[in-house]
């Protein structure tokens, strides 16, 4: 069965103290793994999508990147305005359809 | 309009109700999905219509659930005999096609069954 992973449930920075957000993921057929940062009473916004192992991408302190079995969500120097709650997602399509499967997420707050 | 538009966005009804949900997906965007997220958990897909396929439903949980898509825009969820555990926000998604990856969400209907 497809499934998503993500850890921590919830981390706690200071401003400026840069940490990692792990999404790991078994699936069959990966066609892309995607990451979105939903706000509180919003729906998620899109970050990245990597499509390969060893693809970056990068968006102002933002990097994400990717394995064979896990990705990474980078935050370098955080401030209070990226205090939100990360989803990982995962597109799977080796029967023939191009279901996106979601992690529970990461809810992550700086501290100013 | 720019986005994808649902309503209502806040849905209070009564246990043993009917209820319908509406997503209104941006222009021109073949694929749609809809999830439901319970109070601080992630997004549990329940279905996904790409557009004249047959749509995927094995994330629907029960057979209280439907879900249809007219003419491969507008799509209504529909959840008859509600029941508390219904409680959830729905958010509907779209995409440019299938394999297009990123989905663009709607605000979602939250939905509280009491």
């Known amino acids: 069965e497809d499934q998503v992973t993500q850890s921590p449930e919830a981390l706690r920075l200071q401003e400026g103290e840069s940490s990692s957000l792990n999404c790991s993921y078994t699936v069959s057929g990966l066609r892309g793994l995607f990451w979105y940062r939903q706000d509180p009473g919003k729906g998620p916004e899109f970050l990245f999508t990597l499509y390969s192992a060893g693809e970056e991408k990068e968006k102002e302190r933002l990097k994400a990147t990717l394995t064979k079995k896990e990705s990474f969500l980078h935050i370098t120097a955080p401030k209070p305005e990226d205090s939100a709650t990360y989803l990982c997602a995962v597109q799977a399509g080796n029967t023939g359809g191009f279901k996106t499967i979601f992690g529970a997420g990461t809810r992550l707050f700086v501290k100013a | 309009g720019a986005g994808v538009s649902q309503s209502p966005s806040n849905k209070v009804t009564e246990k043993g109700k009917d209820v319908e949900l509406r997503c209104d997906p941006i222009s021109g965007h073949t694929a749609l999905y809809w999830y439901r997220q319970s109070l601080g958990q992630g997004l549990e897909f329940l279905i996904y219509?790409?557009?004249?396929?047959?749509?995927?439903k094995s994330g629907l949980p029960s057979d209280r659930f439907s879900a249809e898509r007219t003419g491969g825009s507008v799509s209504t969820l529909t959840i008859q005999r509600t029941q508390q555990e219904d409680s959830a926000v729905y958010l509907c998604?779209?995409?440019?096609?299938?394999?297009?990856?990123?989905?663009?969400f709607g605000e979602g209907s939250r939905l509280t069954v009491l």
């Open positions: 219509f790409q557009g004249n396929s047959a749509p995927d």
């Open positions: 998604a779209s995409s440019h096609g299938a394999g297009t990856g990123e989905l663009f």
